[in-house]
């Protein structure tokens, strides 16, 4: 969706996704989105090489948003570092690869940039059987937090957004119809989030309106978390 949004205010696009599904997507958005990398973002090395082989392909970087993240429900007493260091590694460390190589091209450029994550309100607000979770998604907010102060300077900005509950495809999988009405009840709108609410707020952040606000951790919620 993100992508979509993107491509309707007329960016030239990369994607990467470590579904091959991906390319099917990038030719549905038209001329404006290539070049594409099917590329598993838990793998350093392979994340480093396929984002630096898209921003050539590109001629640049402007904005980087990262989108990616799987999700888990657990118990605390059950969870094994097996589980814990793999949602760290696609929900956190993901990021920090990604980040590294776009703002080393962004600095070269000499032209700033936008830096937008995509994080989650249990970063501000978890949820039992979601340790693990939780605690990537409140990396994500540190992370971006200290990417604002050390890449300012570069005139970079970069920014979280913290979607509530939101009716994608991972949500749906890990939600029944019950749970999704308690979730919408909790919102003063009376609603879930649809996919184009976080997409909107992404694009705004990558936009001229968006210069001076950087370091910020913006609530997608429907008003579930107001802080």
């Not at 491509?7 to 070049?35: Q, S």
């Not at 605690?135 to 994500?140: P, Y």
């Amino acid at each position: 969706m993100a992508a979509r949004a993107f491509a309707a205010e007329g960016a030239v696009l990369g994607l990467l996704d470590v579904r091959t599904e991906v390319e099917a997507v990038a030719t549905a958005l038209g001329p404006g989105a290539a070049p594409v990398a099917v590329v598993d973002l838990a793998d350093p090395e392979d994340t480093r090489t396929a984002l630096a082989s898209v921003i050539d392909e590109l001629g640049g970087i402007d904005v980087l948003v990262n989108n990616a993240g799987i999700f888990e429900l657990k118990g605390l007493l059950d969870l094994t570092v097996e589980d814990w260091d793999r949602l760290q590694d696609v929900n956190a460390r993901s990021m920090l690869v990604t980040t590294q190589v776009a703002a080393r091209a962004m600095i070269a450029a000499g032209t700033g940039g936008r830096i937008v994550n995509l994080a989650s309100m249990a970063a501000k607000r978890p949820a039992a059987d979601q340790a693990h979770y939780a605690a990537s998604k409140a990396a994500v907010v540190a992370l971006t937090q200290a990417t604002a102060l050390e890449l300012g300077t570069h005139g970079i900005t970069a920014n979280a957004i913290c979607p509530g509950y939101v009716l994608t495809d991972m949500g749906g999988d890990t939600r029944t119809a019950e749970q999704v009405a308690g979730w919408s009840a909790m919102s003063p709108l009376g609603r879930c989030a649809e996919p184009d609410d976080v997409a909107g707020v992404a694009v705004f952040l990558a936009s001229p309106d968006a210069a001076y606000l950087t370091g910020q951790a913006l609530n997608v919620t429907g008003g579930m978390v107001m802080h």
